[in-house]
């Protein structure tokens, strides 16, 4: 059984960083890109950075410059670095492991979620 947990979210000014954590259990983890993504209250999941088997990164343009997604398969650990926050980066962000090791900014493509961490950037 596969289980991903997040951890690091929290409230932040506006311009100010933080990191989200994604623990995941499993013995492939090496074999599967791994994802972010968010969703804001009313608003559908989006795709916010993924990162390949092989280290490869993607980014939503509206995060691009500012988070930087990185793994370590040696902790089965997923992180993302999110720097220059705005108040419209407030979303709920969650962990995902795609159904391989590419990534997609698909919400479909991914087959495990982790249950969410909170951010929240006041103005």
């Known amino acids: 059984q596969v289980q991903l947990v997040e951890s690091g979210g929290g409230l932040v000014q506006a311009g100010g960083s933080l990191r989200l954590s994604c623990a995941v259990s499993?013995?492939?983890?090496?074999?599967?890109?791994m994802g972010w993504f968010r969703q804001a209250p009313g608003e559908e999941r989006e795709f916010v950075a993924g990162?390949?088997?092989?280290?490869?990164?993607y980014y939503a343009d509206s995060v691009k410059g500012r988070f930087a997604i990185s793994r370590d398969n040696a902790m089965n650990m997923v992180y993302l670095q999110m720097a220059s926050l705005k108040p419209e980066d407030t979303a709920v962000y969650y962990c995902?492991?795609?159904?391989?090791?590419?990534?997609?900014?698909?919400?479909?493509?991914?087959?495990?979620w982790g249950q969410g961490t909170q951010v929240t950037v006041s103005s």
């Open positions: 995902a492991r795609h159904r391989s090791g590419g990534i997609s900014h698909y919400v479909r493509d991914y087959a495990y």
């Open positions: 499993g013995r492939t983890f090496n074999d599967y890109g």
């Open positions: 990162i390949n088997w092989a280290a490869g990164t």
